[in-house]
């Protein structure tokens, strides 16, 4: 007969009483906290972040990008962080300008020079020698290069898990809602255009011409949208591509025309195809956009009316469709659906409709300033940092 092993059954006894009391505790701990029990149980949610690498010299942020997000951006749900450079200390001042008048959830960061560097002077690769767009004068200085060294590393300065690149010269002129980021199953969209006309861009990945054949910059829509994993992970691949650090592929890929934004988009494509969308311009299926680099003022006139009811006499409703559905420099597919931008709006009512009173007023409010100044005016933080 075989001989029970009691010592083995007392073991396996006590195990199944102390699971259990565990789960008895854990069930009373949820039952007396459910908000606890959401978090355990309930995937969290994604969280956002616009961004924008800009400089005390940028007037274009108090007059665009700023007073329009105050319109029509959520700040709670999707802060602004503003990366300025940590050597000026005219960067500084308007850093603490903005956080001292800040009605608004916007975050300063500030971005040390690469290396050893203490002035831009000392960072070869930020040299006008280096720089294929310097025919233009806007572009041929130190500063435009590092904004564009820059872009590769913008996931340093949040936490978000989302991340909305944005030029200090946009202005939003619809309400941003979550279904013009990303599909119902959270894939980011990727709006572009077919035909890449920037050959850095191939250089930068070591990708085929048919690879990369879109061009996401020349839509001029903004936000445009990255998961944070995206930013390092191109990084990686541009330096084991090029056999060094990535910094120092910059300094070789950067001598030709080449768009940061175009090489992140063709990377996640690519590379992490179930995480991004594209949307050419012929995708029967369309989509909204509320912000751009290249805007009129229209645009705004007319995203005030659609969505505070402000300005409604210099509008009509036709025009704000044709503002929120088409990309610059190409016709597309859906310019004619008028359906998908009425979606919009009732989407971005909704979102307005989960605001509280104090954000509605102030939204409002931007708007009513606007029509007051026919203009985006907020110099304040601007000539704070002049000195």
Known sequence: MQQINF?????????????????????????????????????????????????????????????????????????????????????????????????????????ALPGNASTIAEV??????????????????????????????????????????????????????????????GVLFIRAMTGDR?????????????????????TNRNPMWFHRSTFSACRRHIATNWNSTFDEAFTAFMTRKTSP??????????????????????????IVSVASNKWKPQQVVSGCCATWNVACDQVTAANYSQFLLRYDNIAVAWL???MLAQAHIVCANRAIGHLSTRQVVRMRSACLHYQSYRGLHDYTCQQASEG
């Open 336 to 338: 004619a659906n008028a």
């Open 261 to 286: 934004v175009n090489v992140l988009s063709q990377f996640a494509i690519l590379h992490q195809p179930e995480l991004y969308q594209l949307v050419l311009q012929n995708d029967t299926r369309g």
């Open 198 to 218: 920037y050959v850095g861009d191939a250089a930068a990945l070591n990708a085929t011409t048919s690879d990369r054949d879109f061009n996401a910059m020349r």
């Open 7 to 111: 010592f083995s059954c007392q073991g396996t006894l006590f195990a199944v009483l102390f699971v259990s009391v565990a789960s008895l505790v854990v069930l009373c701990y949820f039952f007396a906290s459910p908000s606890a029990a959401r978090e355990w149980f309930v995937p969290k949610a994604p969280t956002f972040a616009l961004i924008v690498r800009t400089y005390s010299g940028e007037k274009r942020l108090h007059t665009h990008l700023l007073p329009s997000a105050s319109m029509f951006v959520d700040g709670e749900r999707f802060p602004l962080v503003i990366v300025l450079d940590a050597e000026e200390a005219n960067d500084h001042r308007l850093g603490e300008c903005l956080e001292r008048y800040n009605p608004r959830n916007w975050n300063i960061r500030y971005e």
């Open 124 to 185: 070869p690769f930020f040299a006008v020698a280096f720089n294929p767009w310097a025919r233009n004068a806007a572009y041929a200085h130190p500063g435009y290069m590092r904004q564009l060294w820059s872009t590769y590393y913008l996931e340093q300065h949040t936490s978000a898990d989302i991340i909305g690149v944005v030029d200090a010269d946009t202005s939003f002129f619809g309400v941003l809602t979550a279904e013009t980021i990303h599909s119902d199953d």
